[in-house]
């Protein structure tokens, strides 16, 4: 028995006596950091870092007298230094099957999930070539094929660019806006005037808006789903005139927001709560909203335009007493009144009397005249009960004058 153990011992082959990493010959610092270059019962090769050690030492067997196993680092500078020869391989094959050859034009063989644009740009430095990719690969296809119509929607579905073309049309409506309430354009809404808030009109302001502020009209009609241009041309029914007035009258109130002096629709609504009766408390509460103006600032308007009402009137009797005879015989009779002192008689008063009361009948006939013309034209709804009201004073006051005038006279006889 003691003779066959020395040669069982001889036989069986020797272990490694050093336990270090076979590429840097470091102690390994534990159990997990050590690698082993032989898996399974056959002790075959690791696939994942073997090869690239094998490239470097050689073969890796069993029993070679080397240690059978690597540390952390080393295996991660092999598996990286593998998989560099691999990408190697793989681009060198793909050149090779992309070489022009018999087979290759019978049947073309190309990835179908690497798709990708080429794009050669010529510019003042030179030629630039770029690859596109993604949703910027739309953009490119749409350029070559001259689609253009279709480049705002690829645009918008580039991650990020939604945003950029956004804040462009953004600066465009910014723009018009400056220019619609800017002094030195002088829009309609700025105009304030007695007789240009008599011919104020929701269309004048529309075709205002539609050509010197097309992309804000645009912005209007889409958010309240009114086209003003198929209003203009008759398309639309009657109940749309209402909807293209709403959709007028926020754009005006965003442009009051802007400029105050934009507020030529909202004297039209005071001057309508006015008519109505509306109290102070009505107007401060509507003001806040940019609808109306202020009490104060709708009496100052009233005052402003009740200047200018009996101008007409003043001036139809102008004409009318230049147009009577009456007149004629009014002036030679202040003449013959005038020659009296030197050669008073009666038959010169009497002839003088009947001359004045002549003169104020023409009067009264040219006061009636004005007044039935003027309360018979259109106007204005909330001012047609203010016009009657100062034509009835006035014609109040042409009579009271006429009375005046035959007692005075009836008194002199």
């Not at 008073?344 to 001359?355: F, L, Q, S």
Request: aromatic share 4%; net charge positive; glycine share 6%.
């Amino acid at each position: 028995m003691s003779c066959d153990s020395p040669e069982k011992n001889a036989m069986t082959p020797a272990k490694a006596v050093v336990d270090v990493c076979r590429v840097c010959g470091n102690d390994f610092a534990s159990k997990k950091g050590k690698h082993n270059l032989l898996q399974g019962k056959d002790l075959s090769v690791r696939p994942d870092f073997t090869e690239a050690l094998e490239n470097l030492t050689g073969p890796v067997t069993a029993g070679d007298g080397q240690p059978m196993a690597v540390c952390d680092s080393c295996r991660t500078q092999l598996k990286r230094q593998q998989q560099t020869v691999r990408e190697l391989l793989a681009s060198r094959n793909l050149k090779r099957e992309g070489t022009v050859a018999d087979s290759s034009k019978i049947n073309p063989q190309q990835a179908e999930d690497t798709k990708e644009t080429k794009v050669i740009l010529k510019t003042s430095s030179g030629m630039k070539t770029r690859v596109l990719r993604g949703p910027f690969e739309k953009i490119g296809e749409d350029l070559v094929q001259g689609r253009y119509k279709n480049l705002p929607r690829s645009i918008m579905a580039v991650p990020g660019l939604a945003y950029c073309v956004t804040n462009e049309v953004l600066k465009l409506v910014d723009k018009e806006c400056k220019e619609l309430t800017s002094k030195k354009f002088d829009s309609i809404l700025r105009q304030k005037t007695p007789s240009a808030l008599a011919e104020f009109t929701w269309d004048k302001v529309l075709k205002e808006w539609e050509k010197t502020a097309p992309n804000f009209l645009r912005f209007l009609e889409c958010a309240s789903t009114v086209s003003a241009q198929k209003a203009a041309k008759g398309q639309h029914k009657a109940a749309d005139d209402t909807k293209k007035y709403t959709m007028a009258m926020a754009g005006v109130t965003l442009l009051r927001a802007r400029s105050r002096e934009m507020s030529a629709p909202m004297y039209h609504n005071s001057l309508v709560m006015h008519h109505g009766g509306a109290k102070k408390r009505c107007f401060r509460r509507l003001a806040r909203l940019g609808i109306c103006v202020s009490s104060r600032s709708t009496l100052h308007k009233l005052k402003q335009m009740s200047r200018s009402w009996d101008s007409q009137i003043l001036e139809w009797k102008r004409d009318a007493c230049k147009a009577s005879p009456a007149s004629e015989n009014h002036a030679e009779s202040s003449t013959a009144h005038t020659g009296s002192a030197e050669d008073p008689g009666k038959d010169n008063n009497r002839e003088t009397v009947a001359a004045d009361i002549g003169f104020a009948q023409s009067l009264l006939d040219a006061g009636n005249f004005a007044i039935q013309t003027l309360l018979s034209e259109p106007g204005p709804p909330q001012l047609s009960t203010i016009q009657g009201n100062d034509a009835a004073n006035s014609m109040q006051i042409i009579n009271d004058s006429m009375d005046h005038t035959v007692k005075s006279h009836s008194v002199k006889e």
